[in-house]
DNA sequence: TTGAAAGCGCTACCAA
DNA sequence: TTGGTAGCGCTTTCAA
């Protein structure tokens, strides 16, 4: 049915050998030969049979990317740009979703690995790193996208999340907040580096969270982000130390932290400043347009798919590469004091 | 390195076939032998070769999705939906994104071609139908998703477009709308048939559109939808018969109405209603919550993987099966008006 | 410049 | 119940 390279050897009169090497621009080719061959090819439409290409040279063409959840936008994202960018390369992408679930992630890991996909990215949900280990055994090379883990040195591409948390703070330190309060994630690298830099922004300002004032949704990561930020707002407010600023942290969670806010009788800004990271579409549409960190996933998936078609030639770092794209700061209505000088060395004009 | 039946059964003292019925569940083994050689794939963490496998069986255990937008939320769920099913059946999920681009969509399909996957999904953004025909002379299964093509008979899985414009047009009815414009979507099943239920709609209520009260965001599909979506509001707003309701293609566009309705100084819902459709996540925090027709992606995606199961088990249906989901609409504040009776029936008690 | 032979890891078929 | 043989479609190696 499909044409295969002995038809095409059989209709020429030449061997499998020479079709072969056409296939594969190989030098040693006569120029006429090489043409006949290229003809045939086409007017069968001749698509070479991966399967026992990969047999032999032991390569798949295939490369494979685990995320917690594709219906995330950051995540959807970084798969898109890696996905365009591999297939140019002639290289198909596996996509698993492993909704937040590090048993469901272990056994999708499992899986590409037995397909001898030709590299791996993930962005993990373990808490451990032992499913990184038996990817190391089998000897394919791996990128971790997102969360990292301490002490664990590997190939690594994610956004440089202190920046993240100094960005938002230093912002609402700028617009005139005293008391910052800190709705930070769950306890892994995302959340730590945003926490980290929370607390230097403020350290550089000579000032330190009050207590109460660095609250955990808990252990929920991205989904239900929005219900944990808003039950943890709602224990923020009836705290006695009530805050004027407060940095969440991804959007969904700043959602919630808003309506807690507004349900509450208080003003975004006006009483409570917010910014969120993530910068979630639609973020202009909001009831008040949020103030967001963006990630930069667009950029985190070019690098990603860069090192990960290098990996996928052999080309192995002397040492694992960790990357750190720049977050930057989009200023919105939720988190803009227009009496506030935005900048603070202006105030003294020399 | 990684190890072979051959490793395994010279470890046992057995033949390579004996293995691979251990392997396959073959009836005909010993169960003494059986449990040996288990024992031994156990210890040496043996993974069978999928090309080795494929080369023989003609089966790639891999499944092919082709989507213009993985950003896009309805996409992505399905997406999500369908790599978690097929997962489950031992399939591995090819995901890639055309970007809304026909031509790069073409080339997509043939990668995925060449690599021979056992099922092919497809959310075209194609304008005719021949690349189907290709898919159909290599005789790989195929299932349309989401949008539709006239007169073209094949398996497909979508919402039912006609009742989305019914169920969004009947409600803005209700809600006392006199005058309903609608935005509609290019030239593509989905807005086809959204565009069918809403004159459907205001005619088994003796209504019709009014001139210009149906107005196109042109060509640009999905994304850039809130700019199209404020543009053409703008140009409604502007026409003679302003509309006091409007249904939107989709939540993109129904996003730039609104805010094209709130730039001119006009209410929603109480000078003009809106509804979108897609029930994006987030429709709760926006500046006014949008009414919505959800499309019920995950049904869409279950369904589609349950049919792409059997297709790949090379079931195919004596005709090709087109199943439509019910969508469901979700009234928030952009369309209700609390002084309307929602049902016309209980203005007329018995 | 061309091609014969060997074999990648596995499964199908049939014989023992 | 077990296993020998053949071969899937291709690439690699080496000889002509």
Known sequence: MVARLKDIAQDLGLSVVTISKVLRNHPDIGEETRKRVLKRMKELNYQPNFAARSLITGRSWTIGLVVPDLLHPFFAQIAKEISVEVRKKGYSLFISSSDEDPALEQEEIAQLLARRVDVMLIASTQWTVESFRRIEEQKIPYILLDRQFAGFECNFVGVDDMAVGLLATKHLIEQGCKRIAHVRGPEISTAIGRLEGYRQALAAHLMAPLPGHVISIGPSGDHMGDKAGYAATVKLLAGKNRPDGIFCFNDPVALGTMRAI??????????????????????????????????????????????????AQGKTPARPKSTLVTPELVVRASSFRANQRPEPERARPS
Chains 1, 2 share one sequence.
Do not use: E, T
């Open 262 to 311: 507004l349900d509450a009788g208080l003003r975004v800004p006006d009483d409570i400043a917010v910014v969120g990271c993530g910068n979630l579409s639609y973020s202009d549409f909001l009831r008040v347009p949020l103030s967001s960190v963006d990630q930069n996933s667009k950029m985190i998936g070019k690098i990603a798919a860069a090192l990960a078609l290098k990996l």
